[in-house]
């Protein structure tokens, strides 16, 4: 490894380590600083006062929510209950729930406390929601939002080395200077976006991001623009991308535990995603992210389209080789193409190179067409009889008689016996343990020096109608990572303090 390498991944792992300081500037509390509530008090009148949106969803509205419940004796047992329902309990349930079926022959309903959660919802909407808006605690919301919408440039962020290339620009690590939080920053040029058209795009990538909320899928937390580029500031993945892992690591492929582990993620983020009839369209191992306790998420939402309600799209998008046969011949399709996708990755984890390509062979784009249309699959002695089904069952040609496509839809993707070891009720809370940890002292990517630089475009002249375009996607934090940002680094609880008994302390700036 190179000299450039070895400075540029220590300083990332320095910075992922946060030793000093936790990763924040000196300065953290002064651009945390909270602004006079007299300045709150046009997002006072405008904010919508809608109980779930505030106490519920945002998460610093509901710790704040919390703190004023727990303020009041005649509200603390209410949110007491509200905590063990909404922890212990399920976490319990769900490691019971394989033996209780067993047991009792049936399937417990999906979630066992849906009913008592909602009454208790629909007793603090009302009149300790009223009283809320009227607390201090309120108050502080109003300050915490202010902070959140504050405008973002690149002076709010530190950077470290270059991850990785895509079509449009380059994707590096990055840092938020005021809470020490580890982003990726995916910068899309402006020129190339112009040169190639790309502005629906772009546009669509920050949208579609902004308003999915999954552990299978990146989660976006700003978006912002510079004089050359757009930015999407994007959940770290340091485990690296799974082309990576199946080609760089070792002899091509990766063990069958793995594989299915992975497989099982990727479904659950399938399904998420065309749950809110969106169809994804790129699946291949570069897309596909792990973060640093192993698990993955789907990324680059470049290609995604939300479907109309039960429609269907035409078009030849994706990436060459991974298309599915009905999306290369221009017919009309709908989640089908993601579902052979699934079908192309696991054969690829599996046997170390996709299904229609020998390792290291480049056929053209019209003899790779021939292949998906006509040829069948090899499949040699790494698949056993359930990774074989599952794969030629995802790679049938018939998009109607595709698994995933047929009554059940993704469920009787995950019912498939190749999955038979994975609990999905536990893997979509979060509490299956992966089967592999990357290691936190090890970057996963190629050397800076290995990764192509990015070519610059000559002649493309920027006027109005981009400026226009640039602002639409310049809406700086998405509310729900930034609070989870300040909650997760520890500055919400730091910050976050009253002064004796619930007064106003005179030293923060009320
Ligand atoms: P493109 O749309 O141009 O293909 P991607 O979003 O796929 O761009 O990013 C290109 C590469 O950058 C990925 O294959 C991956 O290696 C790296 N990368 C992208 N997003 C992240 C992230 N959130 N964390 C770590 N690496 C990333
Ligand atoms: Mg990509
Ligand atoms: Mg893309």
Not at 294 to 323: E, N
Not at 440 to 465: A, H
Request: net charge neutral; hydrophobic share 35%.
């Amino acid at each position: 490894m190179e000299i450039e390498s070895m400075v540029a991944n220590s300083a990332l792992i320095k910075a992922r380590e946060g030793k000093r300081n936790k990763g924040r500037s000196l300065k953290w509390k002064e651009m945390l600083r909270f602004p006079h509530i007299s300045r709150c008090m046009d997002l006072a009148t405008n904010i919508e006062r809608d109980y779930h949106s505030l106490c519920v969803k945002q998460p610093i509205g509901k710790k704040l929510f919390q703190l004023f419940c727990r303020s009041r004796p005649d509200l603390q047992n209410y949110i007491s209950l509200q905590d063990a329902l909404s922890n212990q309990c399920v976490s319990i349930v769900l490691r019971h729930e394989q033996s209780c079926v067993q047991r009792l022959q049936f399937v417990p309903c999906g979630d066992v406390f849906h009913a008592c959660r909602e009454d208790l919802h629909q007793y603090l909407s009302g009149k300790p929601f009223v009283e809320y808006q009227e607390s201090m605690f309120f108050d502080r919301f109003l300050q915490w939002k202010m902070l959140e919408r504050q405008p973002i440039n690149k002076h709010a962020f530190r950077q470290y080395r270059l991850l990785g290339k895509g079509g449009f620009g380059e994707v590096w690590a990055c840092q938020v200077r005021a809470t020490g939080m580890m982003y990726a920053c995916k910068k899309l040029e402006k020129t190339h976006i112009k040169k190639r058209r790309g502005e629906t795009m772009a546009l669509n990538e920050k949208q579609i991001l902004g308003e999915l909320d999954s552990r299978f899928v990146v989660n976006l937390a700003y978006a912002y623009e510079t004089k050359h580029a757009l930015c999407l500031v994007l959940t770290m993945m340091s485990g690296g991308d799974l082309r990576f892992h199946i080609y760089n690591i070792g002899p091509p492929g990766l063990d069958r535990d793995r594989v299915c582990f992975y497989a099982a993620e990727v479904c659950c983020g399938l399904i998420h995603l065309h749950q809110k009839s969106i169809l994804y369209r790129d699946l291949k191992p570069e897309n596909i992210l792990l973060d640093d306790s192993g698990h993955i998420r789907i990324s680059d939402l470049g290609l995604a389209i939300q479907l109309p309600d039960r429609g269907l799209v035409r078009g030849r998008v994706g990436t060459h080789g991974y298309m599915a046969p009905e999306v290369i011949s221009h017919e009309f399709y709908g989640m089908s193409a993601d579902w052979w996708g699934l079908g192309c990755l696991i054969y690829e984890m599996t046997a170390g190179r996709p299904p229609f390509k020998a390792r290291g062979e480049h056929p053209s784009p019209s003899e790779m067409e021939r292949r998906i249309h006509k040829q069948q699959e090899e499949y040699g002695d790494r698949f056993d009889v359930d990774v074989k089904d599952i794969c030629s069952t995802l790679l049938n040609k018939d998009p109607n008689l595709r698994l995933g496509c047929l009554d059940r839809k993704g469920r009787e993707v995950q019912s498939h016996p190749y999955f038979r070891k994975i609990n999905f009720r536990m893997l979509e809370a979060g509490l299956v343990e992966p089967p592999f940890k990357p290691d936190p002292r090890q970057v996963y990517c190629s050397d800076v020096q290995d990764i192509d630089e990015f070519s610059t475009v000559k002649g493309v002249i920027l006027d109005n109608i981009d400026t226009n375009f640039y602002s639409k996607f310049n809406t700086g934090s998405v509310p729900t990572s930034w609070q989870n940002e300040m909650i997760e680094t520890g500055c919400f609880s730091e910050l976050n303090v009253f002064g004796p008994f619930g007064s106003r302390p005179p030293d923060l700036d009320w």
